[in-house]
Every structure is written in structure tokens, then in C-alpha cells.
């Protein structure tokens, strides 16, 4: 009987099963390491996740796999029994992104605190523009939200909105420009509502109603504004162009600005960046080539620099401005058409050299 070669043998076994074992254990741990790591490290994009009451643990690494927040279910799963998460989720309606990783996911759904979506609205924005950027960061359905700033009650608590135009564009102008954190569930009446508060705190900085010219509301002032804002890129020339607004209103010369042009042109769903001679002749009350005076209300939300601007024009005669044959976004200004004619030809000229480069 030869024992020692059985020995051997056996050792050899031993021996591979402790090899296979380790390569199993080797590759579960890669596995796991590889399946807990953020789904999409570079991604900016938050969705809302809620968690129903009585949610259990598999059923939530499910929800987050479904909505592709997560690389795997059972990863999340296997996580949460390893560091005690499991029995702590807690129900609620949080902001989660793929650029998390399963620890940072757990976490957060264990806190039951919702954490904010921050959401920046630059200046310039219309009301539909607005609703876009909060409906593409997951907190509201963009209908809804349109739904809300048309037809929503919000001028018995905000008075400056109590001269505004009625209808469908009650909001467009006042929802003031900035960044918003905004937790994962919140109504489009309570974003609204929170960008309206934002703009009472500007207005009565600037001490908005009391500095608006004789003759001018609250909303017509806020039209001017939001006619800077879209016509005006340098805030050194602000001042400026509303002195050429107000200079042509006193005139009852039609302002011929292109920016309520293109307003127009975007509520019918005709977005365009140039405006075309046959585009003028349009039968709006936004078409200020067609007719005097100012649109029914602001065409965008103007931001603090242009609503100061609008309060305090510059002391000029100016008529006319255009874009400088600099091309560095400043203009310049006339108070004569043939020195205006000038400019403008200045301006195309340097513009057609710079695009033949």
C-alpha cells in the first residue's frame, strides 16, 4: 500500500481547492469593488428617487438599478447587510445621481433626509425656458410647471405682480434669475413660489417701486428691464440703451427692437437667432417695429443689473445703438440715423472680415 503517494495526492487536491477558492473569492471581491462604484462618475444629472413606506432593501436596489443609478442590485443589496444600511432606509423622495456610489447612495436613503437639486437660472430666460431647466433636473414634469405659472394664484401674495399682464404670461419678467436648491418632491407652485420671494428681496433692495419714473407701473418698468437683458451684453452700456428706450417712448418712436422680435417668434414655436425683414411685419402687440410704445410685459427675466438700469437711465439723446465694430459685445451709440447707418455698416464690415478668417 503506497500512502505516501495518496498523501501527496490528497495535499494536491487540497491545494487546488484552496486555489479555486481563493480565485472565487478573488473574483466575487473584484465583482463587488467594481459593482459598488458610481454607475457614471462624470454625470451631472440628478433624478428624483422615492421610497415608498415599507420599502424593503432588495426592492430599493431594484428601484435604483431600474432608473440606471446603480451597476447592480444585488451589489447594493450585499452592501447594505455588510454595513448595517439595510434595516436603517428610511422612506422619503431623494435627489440621486449616477455620479454617486452605492455607499454615498445608501447613506443618503438611510439619513430620511432629501437632499436639494441645485437648479441656476442665468439672466434672460423666458418663462418656458425656466420650466425646461427645472423639468430637465428631475423635479417637476415640465407641463405641470407650465400649467402652474399660467393659471396658478399668486398675485394676492406678491402685490408687484398685481399690474402684471393677465393671461397665460401672468410670471413671465419676475422670476428672478439665480440658483435654487430645491429639494426632490417640491410643487411647481412652491419653486415659483420661492423664485417670486427672490425677486420681492430685489425689488426692495432696489427700492423698486418708489424710483420708477412718472408716468411708468411697476410691469412696464420690469418690460424695460427685460428688453436690456436681451439686447444688451455689456453692463457698462445698460445705462445706455434704456436712455434710448426711454428717449424713443417720449418720442412715440417705435422702439424696433429685435428682441421682442424673437420672443414672438419663440411663443410660436418659431426659434430663430436672426430676425428677417418678413418676420417684421408680423400682427403681434410684441412687435415693436409695427407699433409704439411697449410690449404687454417683459419678453425674459432680467437680471439686477438691467432692473437698475431700468430705474436709472443714463442722461443722454441717444436714438440708436448697434453692435460695435470691435465684436467684443459693447455698442455703440447715436442719436442721429445717419450716424447710426455708419455704425452699422462699421459693424457688418467687421463682422464679414472676422467670419472670412
Not at 18 to 33: E, M, Q, S
Not at 69 to 76: K, M, P
Not at 259 to 265: E, K
Amino acid at each position: 500500500m503506497n500512502t505516501g503517494n495518496n498523501s501527496g495526492h490528497g495535499k494536491r487536491i487540497v491545494l487546488v481547492i484552496v486555489l479555486i477558492l481563493i480565485l472565487i473569492a478573488a473574483t466575487a471581491g473584484i465583482w463587488y469593488i467594481s459593482s459598488t462604484r458610481p454607475e457614471n462618475k462624470n454625470s451631472s444629472k440628478v433624478q428624483v428617487v422615492t421610497i415608498q413606506q415599507g420599502t424593503g432593501a432588495s426592492a430599493i436596489g431594484q428601484i435604483l438599478k431600474s432608473k440606471g443609478l446603480i451597476r447592480s442590485a444585488a451589489a447594493f443589496r450585499i452592501y447594505g447587510k455588510l454595513n448595517g444600511t439595510d434595516a436603517k432606509y428610511q422612506a422619503g423622495t431623494y435627489g440621486i445621481s449616477r455620479s454617486m456610489s452605492v455607499s454615498r447612495i445608501a447613506q443618503i436613503i438611510a439619513s430620511g433626509k432629501t437632499n436639494t437639486i441645485s437648479v441656476t437660472i442665468p439672466e434672460g430666460l423666458t418663462e418656458y425656458q425656466i420650466a425646461k431647466k427645472f423639468s430637465s433636473a428631475g423635479l417637476v414634469k415640465y407641463s405641470s410647471f407650465v400649467n402652474e405659472l399660467e393659471n396658478g394664484d399668486f398675485r394676492s401674495e406678491f402685490s408687484f405682480l398685481k399690474g402684471a399682464q393677465k393671461g397665460n404670461h401672468q410670471m413671465e419678467g419676475y422670476l428672478f434669475p439665480d440658483t435654487y436648491a430645491v429639494a426632490p418632491g417640491t410643487s411647481s407652485h412652491k419653486i415659483i413660489e420661492m423664485m417670486l420671494k427672490r425677486e420681492q428681496t430685489e425689488l426692495n433692495t432696489l427700492k423698486f417701486s418708489s424710483n420708477v419714473k412718472k408716468g411708468y407701473s411697476v410691469n412696464k418698468v420690469m418690460t424695460i428691464a427685460s428688453i436690456i437683458e436681451k439686447e444688451c451684453q455689456a453692463d457698462q452700456d445698460r445705462a445706455k440703451v434704456s436712455s434710448v428706450i426711454y428717449n424713443r417712448l417720449k418720442k412715440n418712436m417705435p422702439l424696433q427692437m429685435d428682441s421682442t422680435i424673437t420672443y414672438l417668434l419663440d411663443q410660436t414655436g418659431s426659434h430663430k437667432t436672426e430676425v428677417t425683414y418678413k418676420d417684421l411685419k408680423i400682427d403681434s402687440p410684441y412687435n415693436t417695429y409695427k407699433n409704439t410704445g411697449l410690449p404687454p410685459g417683459p419678453i425674459a427675466s432680467p437680471g439686477k443689473a438691467s432692473m437698475e438700469a431700468a430705474l436709472h437711465p443714463a442722461n443722454t439723446k441717444y436714438l440708436y445703438f448697434v453692435v460695435s465694430s470691435k465684436l467684443d459685445g459693447s455698442h455703440v451709440f447715436s442719436s442721429s440715423y445717419s450716424q447710426f447707418e455708419k455704425d452699422k455698416a462699421a459693424y457688418s464690415k467687421a463682422l464679414k472680415k472676422q467670419q472670412s478668417k
